[in-house]
Nanobody, 133 residues
Framework: QAQLVESGGGSVQAGGSLVLSCTMTGITASDYCLAWFRQTPGKEREGVAVMDGDGDGATYVDSVKGRFTISKNNAKTLLLQMVSLKPEDTAMYYC???????????????????????????WGQGTQVTVSS
C-alpha cells in the first residue's frame, strides 16, 4: 500500500534554511508526478514545486523560485531544499504523488506534471514549517 511520510519541518528565523524529506513506499516513483504542496489555515492548498518521477521537469510557484529546489536523492526519497526562508513560507507542507498522464503510447510520452492538488491521489500527513521574522 502506498505511503508517503514527511520529515524535516521545524522553526527557523527568516533567512534560514530547511530540508524536507518524503519517504515514499508502495509506489514506483517513475510512474508518478511528485510534488510539494503547502497550506495555511483558511487558505487553499498551494502547489509549491513539482517534477516527474524521473527527476525531470521541475517547476515552481513564482514565490519560491530561486529559493526552493525539489529533487530525489534515491528512488524512495523526495526532497525539498529551502533557503532564504521568509515568514510567508510558514505553512504545513505536504508531499504528494499522482499517476503520470500518458500523452502518446508510441513513443511513450507523458503530459507535464502540474501543481494541481486534484491530480494527486497519494498524500503524506504533513510537516510544519514556521519562519519567524
Amino acid at each position: 500500500q502506498a505511503q508517503l511520510v514527511e520529515s524535516g519541518g521545524g522553526s527557523v528565523q527568516a533567512g534560514g534554511s530547511l530540508v524536507l524529506s518524503c519517504t515514499m513506499t508502495g509506489i514506483t516513483a517513475s510512474d508518478y508526478c511528485l510534488a510539494w504542496f503547502r497550506q495555511t489555515p483558511g487558505k487553499e492548498r498551494e502547489g509549491v514545486a513539482v517534477m516527474d518521477g524521473d527527476g525531470d521537469g521541475a517547476t515552481y510557484v513564482d514565490s519560491v523560485k530561486g529559493r526552493f529546489t525539489i529533487s530525489k536523492n534515491n528512488a524512495k526519497t523526495l526532497l525539498l531544499q529551502m533557503v532564504s526562508l521568509k515568514p510567508e513560507d510558514t505553512a504545513m507542507y505536504y508531499c504528494a504523488a499522482g499517476r503520470r498522464e500518458v500523452r502518446t503510447l508510441y513513443p511513450r510520452r507523458y503530459r507535464p506534471c502540474l501543481p494541481k492538488s486534484e491530480k494527486y491521489t497519494r498524500w503524506g500527513q504533513g510537516t510544519q514549517v514556521t519562519v519567524s521574522s
